[in-house]
């Protein structure tokens, strides 16, 4: 068989978060689009019944694509049939066994993919480990980076030269030295593995792994636009020497919450009936886990600014019962919920269509990178409330680079989605929220703004557009490179 004809055989690894097998799967489905490609996912069997509804119609178009599961340790550690992933889990004690599960996992793992032999591997970053398993088998692996070149330039130059050492406090900024933008930061908004990696214990650990996995790597694929970011995508080629692709917000590319939800979901339904651009939409991601002290803010903050709003709350406790409403402010459900001024969620909210709906004017968010583009996308303008992981580098690209948004002044890193730091007051949140939706002059430039963002993205997923564009040439280059 000529070389041209053989097929790329991509194999793809999720890991067992929701917000990051999504993207990753997603962007597998992408790759099997491509003419002469055949992508195999590997996971655990709950996990990938979650995504067979896509890869079902991937194949049934004709495109190579398939499942390799591998059971779930889940008797071993004590975990109930079916929890296979970190959003999955009913109560706090299951997410160490996770853990542990994920941890059992990794030879068997390995195994399958020595036996199944890819040509070449795309994973996580969190699985820093398959790099090994690449270099064992002479075949290039790939990182799926679901976050921006932007929050990675600002972290390798806060590495290289530790501003935070020269302040006198916690809450003192400083500027970040050596890019594009003047990006201001405080030291307490900052990675605990990055200031102290010796005293980060398993976090510290981790992330030496997944940086020096990332030098061995081929390259990193970005579900990101690089049209929002040219100048970063530059700095990380040039300055940290990174070989990287952007290749868009898959979901979005792929239309998926409209071709899944067949029945129109009520919060749609009650928007329909709201003025255009005037809703809130209040969402904090799939893993947050806030106190009752800031649910209690939170709700203060809706019911002050006064303006209709869909507020997705997602709650588990100790045990995993379901929780009451204690924490909601006296009165609260009575004068808001029942008179109908706005909408509270408990259940899992279609966040796409909730976002593309034209009464949707402002979204806070805890700037989880896929909730951010998706916001992006659909033209809103943020409110940013940071709170983990690189939320806080996102933050600034929104509001210093993009100028999309507003901050409500969140100013302390969590090292773990159980939010420990101090509790965002409802004023602040009430004065970014009017700061925002008032129709001042500064709130209607952030509007177009976040309009012109929109139309960027839109074009970079066209045919011919650069997130398109570059997909096309990544594969051709990964063919180039293991078939020719
Ligand atoms: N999401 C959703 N409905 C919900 C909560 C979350 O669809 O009720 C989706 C959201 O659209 C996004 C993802 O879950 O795609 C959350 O990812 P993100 O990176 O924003 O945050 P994380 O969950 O990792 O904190």
């Not at 340790?73 to 079916?82: H, N, R």
């Not at 996770?98 to 068997?108: G, M």
Request: with cysteine.
């Amino acid at each position: 068989m000529a070389a041209q004809d053989k097929n790329l055989n991509a194999l793809f690894l999720p890991y067992f978060i929701t917000s990051h097998m999504t993207p990753l799967v997603d962007t597998a489905v992408l790759f099997a689009s491509r003419p002469g490609v055949a992508v195999t996912i590997l996971t655990t069997p709950s996990n990938a019944l979650m995504f067979q509804p896509s890869v079902d119609r991937a194949a049934s178009a004709g495109h190579r694509i398939t499942f390799h599961t591998i059971k779930f340790p889940a008797a071993e550690v004590g975990l109930p049939e079916g929890i296979e992933n970190y959003g999955s889990v009913a109560s706090r004690g299951m997410i160490p066994k996770v853990s542990l599960a994920i941890s059992l996992l990794r030879e068997p793992m390995a195994q399958a993919i020595r036996d199944l032999r890819p040509h070449c591997i795309v994973s996580d970053v969190m699985d820093p480990w398959t790099v090994d398993i690449a270099e064992e088998l002479n075949i290039p692996r790939l990182i799926l980076s679901t976050t921006n070149c932007f929050s990675e330039c600002v972290y390798y130059q806060l590495k290289i030269h530790k501003p935070y050492e020269k302040v006198r406090s916690d809450s003192e900024s400083f500027v970040v030295p050596g890019l594009p933008d003047e990006i201001e930061m405080t030291s307490a908004q900052l990675e605990d593995y990055l200031k102290t990696p010796e005293d980060s214990g398993n976090s510290g650990e981790l992330m030496n792994q997944i940086e020096d996995a990332e030098t061995r790597s081929y390259g990193i694929v970005f579900t990101s636009y690089s049209e929002i970011e040219p100048e970063y995508v530059q700095h990380s080629k040039n300055v940290m020497g990174r070989k990287s692709w952007h290749v868009g917000l898959p979901s979005l590319i792929l239309g998926k919450e409209s071709e899944t939800n067949e029945e129109r979901h009520r919060c749609l339904y009650w928007l329909d009936n709201q003025q255009p651009g005037s809703v809130l939409y209040v969402s904090f991601g799939s893993l947050i886990r806030f106190p009752d002290t800031q649910f209690f803010e939170i709700a203060l903050a809706l019911e002050e600014s006064g303006r209709p709003f869909v507020w997705v709350v997602r709650k588990i406790g100790k045990t995993g019962e379901k929780e009451d409403e204690d924490w909601l402010p006296e009165g609260f459900r009575e004068r808001v919920l029942e008179s109908n001024k706005g909408l509270m969620m408990r259940e899992w909210a279609p966040q796409i269509s909730i976002l593309a709906h034209p009464a949707i004017g402002g979204f806070l968010t805890h700037c989880g990178w896929n909730s951010a583009m998706e916001g992006m996308a659909a033209g809103v303008p943020l409110i940013t409330c940071p709170l983990l992981a690189e939320q806080f580098y996102n933050e600034k690209l929104i509001t210093r680079v993009l100028k999309i948004g507003v901050e409500v002044g969140s100013g302390v890193w969590n090292r773990s989605p159980q939010i420990l730091s101090p509790v965002v007051g409802k004023d602040k949140i009430a004065k970014a929220v009017s700061r925002l939706m008032d129709g001042s002059e500064e709130a209607e430039e952030i509007r177009r703004q976040a309009k012109e963002v929109s139309v960027m993205m839109k074009k970079s997923v066209e045919e011919g557009g650069s997130s398109s564009s570059d997909l096309n040439s990544l594969i051709e280059e990964l063919k180039a490179y293991v078939l020719y």
